[in-house]
């Protein structure tokens, strides 16, 4: 960038920072609430509107491309994540796998504590691997079919899988979240995670008792059985079933859990599955190749399992790319262009206590997945913007890292246009508005540790054993 580029750029006011914002929202509500569309143009109009607020403001065209270039490539890899599993599903469909997934699961699990296995399945599996991708991918692709198939709402159903895959998410060391809101804080990952027991456990305990007293109200009723033995004779008669179906979601979990890279794993289990199809479904080459590419198509005549299976491929999950760029690209204007430094900036001069400070941070983590739409820059920024304050009221900054997570982390596959949002719903086929008012540990995490920020209960101050690291100038 040129001198001349440097000077012509002039900071731009808290109020005409909102602007974008503003226009963000009611756009968005004009295009989902009143036009009944998908978000991707809302998404594109606003990053314009930025665009030119920072233009006025002497922000140079390659300047702002650079901020929208630097947006997305934060979610690259999760974009190319997002891909593979679309492939991933396509072939494990074909494969078998997860109809043999659904098969058993519907002989063991009852609608009665459905809800509350659905949740330790995929804490479990998250805990394990670290990643909530990894588990909606593989146990949660199943769990929602076998939800349905049991006359479980999918709204609950997906605020069960949600749930559990975001305690792993948030609580594993294996996790890049995990690793990255200590990162910015300045403190060390396993400090963080013992600290985010206090807010995560309470959370997770009243939310089984709430997805127990969901699932009593299904366990009490008349279960369906004709239908599930429709369900499950359908699956029969279209597919070789056996236990060794389930070996590729093993493997996959394994190699994770081994620390293989998630884009190689699931890729992986993109090819066993198609290995699956092969030798256990007879389905030829081109046949894998068309369900990778385009998803799986089912013919089997029962409305019911035709749903279920119909789903996955590559193409299935464009559209959820093309929200993620749009999305991103608003974000990385914004962050650009210094809109979302000014807003911060605003929040944190009003900051006097402790219990200010959290309801801040908590507040601007959620904002951020809103406006950013990406889980890693709505931990970065105010990690980055708040860490000055915390150390000013004498914190610990295990304080902060905890609260970027019981925010940032909980809250972002609630936003529909969120990378976590979208990636959930392209691959569960639940909207995150849906399954919303059922994620119970995403939607109570913030509010217990804004309970701990107000009280002071476990917000510890620095102590002996407390070396912060070096503030990063802004």
Known sequence: MSNTELKSERPIPLAISLLPI?????????????????????????????????????????????????????????????????????????????????????????????????????????????????TA??????????????????????????????????????SDTTNLAPAVAGTDVFTHVRHMIYTTWPSYLISIILFGILGSRFGAGHLDTAKIDNILQTIKSNFLISPWLLLPPVLVIVMVVRKVPPLPALFMGTILGGIFAIFFQSRGLADVFAAAHSGFISHTGVPTVDDLLTRGGMLSMMSTVALIVGALSFGGVMERSGMLNTIASALVRRVKTSGSLVAVTIFSCITMNVIAADQYMAIVIPGRMYKKAYEKLKLHPKNLSRCLEDSATMTSALVPWNSCGAFMFATLGVNPLVYLPYAFLNLLNPVVSLFYGVTGITMHKVGEDTVYEASDEE
């Open 137 to 174: 991918g593989t146990v949660g692709v199943a769990l929602i079919a076998i939800g349905q198939g049991l006359g479980i709402p999918i709204g609950m159903v997906g605020g069960a899988i949600i749930s559990g895959s975001y305690f792993g998410d948030k609580m594993s060391p294996l």
């Open 22 to 134: 503003f226009f963000l929202i009611g756009t968005l509500s004009l295009v989902i609430v009143a036009f009944k569309q998908e978000a991707h143009i809302a998404l594109v109009c606003a990053t314009a509107f930025a665009a030119v607020i920072a233009a006025l403001y002497g922000y140079s065209w390659k300047t702002i491309l650079k901020g929208m270039e630097k947006g997305i490539g934060l979610a690259m890899g999760a974009m190319l994540i997002l891909i593979i599993v679309g492939t991933m599903i396509g072939t494990w469909i074909m494969g078998g796998v997860v109809p043999a997934m659904i098969y058993y699961g519907l002989q063991i699990l009852s609608p009665g504590f459905f809800l509350v296995a659905a949740m330790v399945i995929c804490s479990v599996v998250s805990l394990g691997t670290g990643s909530s991708w990894s």
